[in-house]
Nanobody, 123 residues
């Protein structure tokens, strides 16, 4: 079992930055890869970024955020981060942290999900 808690969301002007955090706990958390997804009202939950949790840390990004967002991890704190720069109004969404057995860019690959944190980018 893995429990995930997101934090760091808020209201930010266009062009600004936010850093989201996802704190993981559980007996087997170290065996999971981590992903970030986002969902705007009336839209599907879309992939944002992913990183291997242990033994390498390969990273993957959606084209829409590549070059602006950075995913990273701090294994000592059991925490994954999403650094978001040059934010745009279209980045507004609820952001979810997820844990899965493999690094993947689709929701079905992930077994555990956090409650989400709201990011709102004003124009």
């Amino acid at each position: 079992q893995v429990q995930l808690v997101e934090s760091g969301g808020g209201l930010v002007p266009a062009g600004g930055s936010l850093r989201l955090a996802c704190a993981a706990s559980g007996r087997t958390f170290s065996s999971y890869s981590m992903g970030w997804f986002r969902q705007a009202p009336g839209k599907q939950r879309d992939f944002v970024a992913a990183i291997g949790w242990s033994g390498g840390g390969n990273t993957y990004y959606a084209d829409s955020v590549k070059g602006r967002f950075t995913i990273s991890r701090d294994n000592a704190k059991n925490t994954v981060y999403l650094e978001m720069n040059s934010l745009k109004p279209e980045d507004t969404a609820t952001y979810y942290c997820a844990a899965g057995r493999v690094v993947a860019g689709f929701t079905a690959a992930y077994d555990f999900w956090g409650q989400g944190t709201q990011v709102t980018v004003s124009s």
